[in-house]
């Protein structure tokens, strides 16, 4: 029935399924004050300006769950210990909210708008900074690979956006930024990301870091045990049961069965 209420970037999970909005606040409620003590405790605090939290609770209309609207479980409050003794209250954001956390803008709803503007900004940021002081070709190149891929690529695991819409912003980076690194920005696309070794630019595509970095996160929490791999495990099972097939699915062929699942 509810996914998580999260401040910051503790996640909280309820008990059980079926528990009902109060239960789950006053859970979350209890788990933050523990957690904000621990923080006193080894001399650090918790800002409210830099605090809020999201709640993700269902509700089923003819058989269809629908997230709850902010204004409906509005009258909920979620409160920090503060050093002096006291406790702050925090805002509690919509879900369709984009906030940044940890250095990643993302939103329970995973809607990628502003995630993909501010990939877009970070990557334009940096062209201009060439702009303003060009720097030699080797040092452009070094500072791509050794300073914004990590940048670019930092959180991508976390973006929701499809090929079309990652490449889309990709291109608008790299379109601006290829004569600084000494080729035509007019280059054809194909080129961009082709491998040096059949004569392309070399340049990373993002699309296929987003897919290893995936990978990755499949790989490292699957079966883990840990509250994301529950989750992956959860979103797997309910995907299962909507397709409706027997066997293992993902030997089955896509083109052929697409129409049985929901798409994004």
Same mark, same amino acid.
């Given at each position: ?14 008990? *059980? ?167 035509? %920005? ?67 062929? *896509?083109? %052929? ?8």
């Amino acid at each position: 029935d509810h996914l998580c209420g999260r401040y910051r970037s503790p996640r909280h999970w309820a008990k *059980f399924y079926g528990i009902e909005d109060e239960e789950f606040v006053q859970q979350v409620q209890d788990a933050t004050t523990d957690w904000g003590m621990l923080v006193h405790a080894t001399g650090g605090a918790v800002k409210p300006s830099k605090s809020f939290w999201y709640l993700m609770s269902w509700k089923f209309h003819n058989g269809r769950a629908k997230l709850k609207t902010k204004q409906e479980p509005n009258h909920f409050s979620i409160e920090i210990p503060q050093s002096d003794g006291t406790s702050a209250v925090i805002p509690l954001e919509g879900n369709d909210v984009t906030k940044k956390t940890l250095g990643v803008w993302s939103n329970p709803l995973n809607k990628p708008t502003v995630p993909l503007v501010k990939l877009k900004e970070k990557g334009l940021n940096w062209v201009d900074k060439l702009r303003v002081r060009p720097l030699e070709r080797k040092l452009t190149w070094l500072s791509l690979n050794s300073q914004q891929y990590p940048a670019l690529f930092y959180g991508l695991s976390s973006l929701y956006a499809s090929p079309d819409e990652l490449e889309k912003v990709m291109g608008s980076v790299y379109f601006n930024a290829l004569p600084f690194l000494g080729y035509n %920005r007019n280059i054809n696309k194909a080129y961009r990301t082709l491998p040096t070794d059949f004569q392309g630019i070399g340049l990373k595509n993002w699309s296929i870091e987003k897919l290893g970095k995936d990978t990755a996160v499949l790989l490292q929490h699957w079966q883990s045990g840990s509250a994301f791999g529950f989750a992956l495990e959860f979103v797997y099972e309910a995907f299962l049961m909507e397709v409706g097939l027997d066997g293992s699915v993902l030997t089955q062929k *896509f083109d %052929r069965f697409q129409h049985l699942a929901t798409k994004r």
